[in-house]
């Protein structure tokens, strides 16, 4: 592999960031709690689980991931 080809220091920062989101929902699965809201409990839609595996909140709580 040339130095071209090696990702980005960004590039890695994001791959970091989503492998410790799949960590936190294989820790929901072992714990149960995958598929719920981290913040309120409510029951994820299948069909954002679907597009975003490792969704960790409702949609009324997405803004807690942004800060």
Known sequence: MT???LPSSDGLVG???ELADVERALTRL???T??????CGQAL??????VAPAARR?????DLDRS
């Open 45 to 50: 839609p299948d069909e954002r689980l679907a």
């Open 3 to 5: 130095r071209d080809a």
């Open 58 to 62: 409702c949609g009324g709580h997405l």
């Open 15 to 17: 791959l970091d960031d």
């Open 30 to 32: 072992d714990d149960g």
């Open 34 to 39: 995958y598929g719920r809201c981290e913040t």
